[in-house]
């Protein structure tokens, strides 16, 4: 029997585990599947959200725009489709989303919803802003019987963080936001699925109440982990359409 | 204390009232009518009649669908998508069909009408005949003349059959009772006697025909261009009346609403596709992007709600068809107006506006990141004489449709409130003219009226 010449015997293909090697790297680099290629391809495709909401959606109580980052998917979700639809009323946030699917926006929603990221710490209130803030702890963390006002954590959670899978964290949002939203809340131009809870209880909020919640809630730091909670403690005091609308 | 007194400072030009500023219309108006009907060689008695299309359906191959087996309802469907009437008959976040959307024209707001099957407000109580008439002749079941944002200059040349089967498409909706919405217009647009005039002027009943030397394929991609898809709507220049400009057939055109240019059709420094393959045509249509170009603003909508939902047949049909569209030459005009370098600073402060807002994505050398973020150098929606697609873009973003083949688009975002007008102008001017580019400065003064048109 010949042997082959040693030229030859060195350009043989390259032995079957370098191969498999090679394969198992090429599939690590190209499969779309992997979670952190998945999350990096959307990172890339939300850089129209990110250019206003910060880095992974984490923005901060120094502006104007809300944090993004952890809040509940289903919410999230719910706020784009009104975006999109003309429910909610912010002219950039309309017409970026105009040409996209539910589907899509539920992919942006859940993109946002996993984003754990550390929230920075408030903005610290001057003093008369604290006295002002004391009312608002007060309808915060026990609402006003008297005037049929639940306390907000009644339903966003005994830490403010939120409740899956459709209720958002008040914590961690620009003061000025929190204040446009309650604002449009009340006036009506922000509304939810009906029943419409939110707006009930807006409705009967006066212009300082919203002025001292605002002061309160941006005023709070975040627990750590900040996340909503699985799951209310109490049956709610109102039924919310947003909620029902997840189930 | 002596103050002096409150002076209101007036315009530099007294304005004249409104009725000074019509006669001269009113006047043209009429005189263009008593000439028609005296000198024209048009018999006006002959106008608003119905005619009878009779189009050889042979020459259209087979039906709009692939399948031969479709309902009418079916194909009513499917019409229904090719002519986008969802999108204006259904309010932003409404009932489907049930009307209300403001079509913007520059003689005030059109409102869509209700298209479900509900009697009091909707077309319950229509026939198919009555139905026919609105698409075929403008003229609504009462007898009033419709307004051409209604495309009816396009959908006259639909087939009865097809008009039959949008019909019985509607009519199997849901009812939904849903008053349709008064037009906003100004006097005299808002006259019956003014749309009688317009249509004098304008419109006459015609079917569509077909060019028997061309492919069926051809002749099946113009029919859905011209009549159902309605492209010239946007892309065909149209006069001061708003009527179509047919010598200048998909020449491009400045959008009703005043934010967006229609790129023209037939100029390969636009939106010509004469060079490219039907294919990539199909490629675009289908779902929003092409090797060569991208859909974005108001035709990512058309993409999102009409184009995506054509078969691959027909939409390689009107991918052959606007492939053969003639060339116009460029206008002495524009020759006159080639660009002059641009200012240096202006070159100079885009550069670093662009390196900290732009690079990143649309890479260092305008590369772009294929598949996600599009190039800049050498694109002609880039280098487009005309700026307010690119200004659009900067102020105020935009994604990609998502369609079923491109499901999740890249987007750009605003930048309407990181830039002021003198560097939005900058960063414009300098991704016009650099990597090779060549093209007009963009001004602040462009980007103020940009601006300024989308608060009106």
């Known amino acids: 029997m010949r042997s082959l010449p040693e030229t030859t015997r060195r350009t043989l293909p390259l032995p079957g585990w370098s191969l498999a090697w090679f394969a198992a790297a090429w599939l690590a680099v190209c499969l779309p599947g992997t979670p952190a290629r998945a999350d990096e391809a959307m990172a890339q495709r939300t850089r129209a959200c990110t250019v206003c909401h910060g880095e992974q959606g984490r923005a901060g109580p120094d502006g104007y725009y809300p944090r993004l980052a952890g809040k509940p998917a289903g919410y999230l979700f719910h706020q784009l489709q009104h975006f999109r639809d003309g429910r909610r009323h912010y002219g950039l946030m309309n017409r970026l989303l105009q040409p996209l699917s539910d589907d899509y926006l539920m992919r942006i929603a859940q993109h946002f919803a996993d984003q754990q990221v550390p929230y920075p710490p408030p903005l610290p209130l001057s003093a008369t802003e604290r006295s002002a803030a004391a009312a608002g702890e007060a309808l915060a963390l026990r609402g006003d019987a008297a005037r049929g006002l639940p306390a907000c954590t009644a339903c966003h959670g005994a830490t403010l963080t939120g409740v899956l899978p459709a209720t958002p964290g008040l914590l961690g949002l620009p003061r000025d936001y929190l204040s446009a939203q309650l604002g449009a809340w009340r006036a009506g131009q922000r509304r939810a699925h009906a029943p419409d809870c939110m707006a009930e209880i807006a409705q009967k909020l006066t212009l300082p109440d919203i002025h001292a919640l605002s002061l309160w809630l941006s005023a709070q730091p975040a627990p750590v982990p900040a996340r909503p909670a699985a799951q209310l403690k109490a049956e709610p005091p109102l039924r919310c359409g947003s909620v029902l609308a997840t189930r | 204390m002596n103050r002096p007194p409150l002076r209101v400072p007036e315009p530099p030009f007294p304005r004249p009232s409104a009725t000074r500023r019509l006669l001269p219309m009113l006047a043209v108006m009429i005189m263009a009518l008593l000439w028609l009907t005296f000198y024209g060689d048009i018999d006006l008695s002959s106008l608003n009649k119905p005619v009878t299309p009779e189009v050889p359906v042979e020459r259209l191959g087979r039906p709009l669908d692939d399948s031969d087996s479709l309902t009418p309802v079916e194909r009513g469907a499917y019409l229904a998508r090719a002519g986008n009437c969802a999108y204006c008959h259904t309010a932003p976040g409404g009932a489907p069909y049930a009307g209300g959307r403001a079509v913007a024209t520059p003689f005030g707001d059109v409102y869509a009408g209700n298209l479900t099957p509900e009697r009091k407000t909707g077309i319950g109580g229509w026939s198919a005949d009555d139905f026919w008439h609105a698409m075929h002749e403008g003229r609504s079941r009462d007898g009033r003349l419709l307004y051409p944002a209604f495309p009816y200059p396009a959908f006259t040349g639909i087939r ?297």
């Open chain 2, 160 to 456: 009865r059959e097809d008009s039959d089967a949008l019909f019985a498409y509607l009519m199997q909706l849901r009812p939904v009772e849903q008053a349709n919405r008064a037009h906003t217009l100004r006097w005299p647009y808002s006259t019956q006697a003014a749309l009688r005039v317009w249509q004098w002027l304008y419109f006459s009943p015609a079917p569509w025909s077909p060019e028997p030397q061309r492919s069926a394929e051809w002749n099946r991609g113009a029919y859905l261009v011209q009549t159902l898809a309605h492209c010239g709507s946007c892309h065909t220049p149209r006069n001061r009346f708003g009527a179509a400009n047919d010598d200048r057939r998909f020449a491009g055109a400045l959008m009703p609403d005043g934010l967006w240019h229609a790129p023209s059709l037939r100029s390969i420094d636009e939106a010509g596709v004469q060079q490219w393959s039907a294919e990539d045509v199909a490629r675009l249509l289908r779902s929003g992007r092409a090797p060569r170009g991208s859909a974005q603003g108001p035709m990512a909508e058309v993409v999102l709600h009409s184009t995506q939902h054509f078969s691959d047949v027909d939409l390689v049909a009107m991918g052959q068809y606007l492939k053969s569209l003639s060339v116009l030459p460029a206008t002495d005009e524009a020759v006159a107006l080639a660009p002059r370098a641009p200012d240096t600073r202006l070159m100079q402060s885009g550069a670093a506006i662009y390196e900290r807002h732009c690079a990143d994505c649309h890479g260092k050398q305008g590369e772009g990141l294929p598949g996600a973020f599009p190039a800049l150098a050498g694109q002609r929606s880039v280098l487009m004489e005309n700026s307010h697609n690119l200004l659009q873009s900067l102020l105020y973003g935009g994604y990609g449709p998502s369609t079923r083949t491109a499901p999740l688009p890249h987007g750009m975002p605003p930048f309407m409130l990181t830039l002021n007008d003198i560097e939005s102008a900058a960063v414009l001017t300098y991704i016009r003219n650099a990597w090779g580019n060549v093209a007009p400065e963009v001004t602040p003064l462009d980007v103020q009226r940009q601006r300024d048109a989308a608060i009106r």
